[in-house]
């Protein structure tokens, strides 16, 4: 028998700090209008003291579980650029806190596009039979690596996590998530990064400069190879599913910016309609942006069950990646 994945639950949560841009224009030589007219955001939420990426994903990882009406699942898959520790990976601690001692649990890095990969990375450990239920989950405190004298980081970004439980299913039954296309290119480490903290500046390749602890982007360079790749990734699942861009209901992507979807709904020929936005409202919380996205709609009642979505990311790495899914019979919380 052929084993394919399904969505089975969804969940998300966001910390209960709201940033408005007029906070942040209080302190930086930014504008509300600013931010508004280039990025499409008009708040965004950071973490409280005390509260780390797992507490996050835990919370979300939790309702994620409950929306599929498990207690346990098979494994723990854990996108974040912002683990607790660089060492160890925190997908054991997000287990260990959701009860799941004992799991299989790690770390998928790909920054903004971290939750494609690891949908991808779960939807292949039940395809090979290694788990009947994953957990996966996206989650970023980002306000943790954001230079806050750094105005073209710190107004984008915001802390949050989403997650999905994926179950094994019979291809012959539908719905499948999948196929997947997934790229990068490391000739562009350099435009999305946090230089210091690795082997590079342990081992002194180059001498530390102020700054390098902070999280880093080429804004306008990113934008122009974050439309061309999602577009082209995009385009290669769709062909690869026998799908066209006239049967997407909703395109659903990695929420860099508000221009980044318009343009890239364009290429693909998708209404505006039918995207997906909710950045306006909690900014580019890379890793955590698809499933956050997908469950705010899910939870407004957007989704009917078989719609068919388009998911596509776009980061550092440079990374891409892209996907299909039908959208299962969930009930809603
Ligand atoms: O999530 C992972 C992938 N990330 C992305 O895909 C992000 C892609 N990039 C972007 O979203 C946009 O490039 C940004 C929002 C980061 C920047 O928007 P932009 O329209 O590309 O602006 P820019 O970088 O070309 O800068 C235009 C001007 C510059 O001033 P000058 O040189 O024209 O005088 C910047 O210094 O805007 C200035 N600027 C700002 N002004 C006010 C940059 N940041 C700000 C700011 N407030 N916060």
């Known amino acids: 028998m052929t084993r394919s994945a399904v969505l089975a639950g969804i969940g998300s949560f ?139 980081t710190s107004v984008i970004f915001g802390d949050g996590a989403g997650a999905m439980v994926v179950r094994a299913a019979r291809a012959a039954d539908g719905g499948a998530i999948g196929p997947f296309d997934l790229g990068s290119d490391g000739t562009g480490a350099d435009l999305i990064t946090v230089r210091a903290g690795g082997a590079e500046q342990r081992r002194g390749r180059s001498a530390p400069t102020a700054g390098d602890e902070y999280f880093s982007m080429a804004g306008r360079e990113v934008f122009r190879q974050a439309v061309e790749h999602m577009a082209a990734s995009a385009r290669a699942v769709l062909s690869r599913a026998g799908w066209q861009a006239g049967d997407i209901d909703w395109l659903a992507c990695h929420q860099a910016n508000l221009r980044i979807l318009v343009r890239l709904a364009d290429v693909l020929g998708i209404p505006e309609a039918r995207v997906l936005a909710n950045i306006a409202a909690v900014g580019n919380t890379s890793a955590a942006s698809i499933p956050l996205v997908l469950d705010q709609a899910h939870q407004a009642g957007r989704f009917q069950a078989g719609d068919r979505l388009l998911l596509s990311a776009f980061g550092g790495g440079l990374t891409w990646g892209s996907t299909v899914l039908t959208w299962p019979d969930l009930t809603r919380p």
């Open 14 to 152: 966001l910390p209960s700090r709201r940033v408005t841009n007029e906070h942040l224009t209080a302190r930086l030589d930014t504008s509300d209008e600013w931010i508004r007219t280039r990025t499409g955001i008009r708040q965004r939420y950071f973490a409280e003291p005390g509260t780390t990426t797992s507490d996050l994903a835990a919370e979300a990882g939790a309702r994620a579980m409950k929306s599929a009406g498990l207690a346990e699942v098979d494994a723990v898959v854990l996108a974040t650029t912002t683990p607790d520790r660089p060492c160890p990976a925190t997908a054991p601690t997000v287990a260990a806190k959701l009860g799941l001692v004992g799991c299989p649990a790690f770390d998928v890095q790909a920054v903004c596009t971290g939750f494609v990969y690891a949908l991808a990375t779960a939807c292949g450990l039940l395809a090979a039979g290694g788990a009947d239920t994953v957990l996966v989950i996206g989650a970023e405190m980002f306000s943790t690596i954001l230079n806050p004298a750094d105005r073209t």
